[in-house]
């Protein structure tokens, strides 16, 4: 792979990425959705400039939505989908492969805003010496 041609693609899908943060995306967002960008040019198995850039950037996007349950806050398949023009079937298939490869979900907290890390109801639990798991009020 050439390392010229995938610092280009991976440079047009970080502007893809701002490019949506600016309108529908907090910069907490936005960086955590870098943040995956970055962890997935560093892996060398995925040739990532064998996929379009609109599509990696929505594919990051929407595995971020996910975890962070952003489609009660109306961000949509279908507004990335438009977009970007990009079918949610494509997009929503490599995003479940982002999340298998790098544990995006709701109980990660490298992948999740502050917002979310506070509505985890697992952060209310405790496990006491003798292996129960109680709410924190009743230690």
Sequence with gaps: MDAEKKNTKINEVRNFISDFAKENLTKEEEGICLHILEKLSRKQKIDITRTKSDTWAASIIWAFCRANFKSEEGITMDLVSSFF???????????????????IDFFNPEY??????????????VM???????SKDMV
Aim: aromatic share 10%.
């Design 112 to 125: 999740t805003t502050q917002k979310t890390q506070e509505w985890n109801p697992l952060n209310k639990l």
């Design 85 to 103: 023009d990009v079918k949610k079937s494509t997009f929503g298939n490599k995003a479940g492969e982002l999340c298998k490869m790098f544990k």
């Design 128 to 134: 006491t010496k003798e292996g129960f798991i109680v």
